[in-house]
């Protein structure tokens, strides 16, 4: 009777060993699948592009190459498609190949599609400042385009991510009072050159400097402006005088911006929010001089697509 005891002790040993070895096992395979999962997920989402990245334009009438910065993601409200944003000046010829890079990761590379300018053709100053780079479908999931705490509306009013360009205009007039009352605004702008920047906007205007216009621009004659594609530029930009501004930025203790910052987004903190105002396009005499985002939106409509903010 003893030596049946001892037996069956010998089986429940053996059986506790194997059950504790089978739990021990299955919660090791269970942490490293999450742990895996997690890490994917965290390495996709560093090497997502996103606002202050690079935007590689290689030419290959010539064999050249130059870069300027992704300033934001723009998504069509209608269709869902991405446009990465960026200064017309970065833009290139027709024929040229486009790519987004991540600075901090440069194997994490997509393709890109440059929209033809539509205004350039009617000898549009501000709107040959304008690039819209579109972002294939199948690449959206490599971009990163969610701000967080943004707020376009931030010193106007209205829906924190919508800009309704049609009706609401308080806009320009709300950052040009701040900037007014206060004698400037603190703003700050991330690019691919200089990295993360301190300025102050001191100057809202309506016009470009003339020695940084794109080029000759000369005022469109009428048999263009009675064209279709005239009539629907002439009834976009109707009174949008207030919603296509200039801001001139003045640096604080050292360079705003450099070479290969064209395309930045420049943007303003109030209340904890992202106050997104325009993208940097130039330098003069010290200052960075960039075009309202309401700009590119507006371009953006004679395409017609709705861009807003993700």
Not at 26 to 37: E, I, M, P
Request: proline share 5%.
């Amino acid at each position: 009777m003893a030596g049946l005891f001892r037996v069956f002790c010998e089986l429940c040993k053996g059986f506790t060993s194997h059950l504790a070895s089978f739990i021990l096992s299955t919660l090791s395979s269970f942490a490293t699948l999450f742990s895996t999962h997690t890490v994917s997920r965290a390495t996709a989402a560093e090497n997502a592009i996103r606002s202050g990245d690079t935007v590689s334009v290689f030419d290959p009438n010539t064999n050249s190459e130059w870069t300027g910065t992704v300033g934001c993601f723009l998504k069509d409200a209608r269709k869902g498609t991405y446009y990465a944003v960026t200064a017309g000046r970065v833009a290139g010829p027709p024929g040229c190949l486009y790519t987004l890079k991540n600075r901090r990761f440069p194997r994490a590379v997509i393709r890109a599609t440059h929209v033809p300018n539509f205004r350039t053709s009617l000898y549009d100053e501000l709107a040959s400042e304008v690039a819209l780079l579109e972002v294939a479908p199948e690449d959206a999931s490599a971009i990163d385009a969610l701000i967080p705490r943004l707020d376009v509306n931030g010193f106007g009013g209205g829906a924190p991510r919508y800009l309704d360009l049609q009706h609401h205009r308080a806009r320009w007039s709300a950052i040009w009072k701040r900037v007014d009352d206060e004698r400037g605004i603190r703003v700050y702008k991330e690019g691919e050159a200089t990295g993360h920047t301190v300025g102050t906007l001191y100057k809202v205007v309506h016009e470009l400097p003339a020695a940084h216009l794109g080029g000759n621009h000369p005022h469109p004659d009428e048999e263009e402006l009675d064209s279709p594609s005239g009539q629907r530029y002439q009834e976009t930009i109707a009174g949008d005088h207030d919603r296509r501004w200039v801001g001139v930025v003045k640096r604080s203790d050292h360079t705003f911006t450099g070479p290969g910052d064209s395309g930045a987004l420049v943007y303003a903190i109030e209340d904890s929010c992202v106050v997104p105002l325009g993208i940097h396009i130039c330098i003069e005499d010290g200052d960075s001089i960039f075009l309202s985002i309401e700009t590119f939106m507006l371009e953006g409509i004679l395409y017609g697509l709705d861009l807003q903010f993700a």
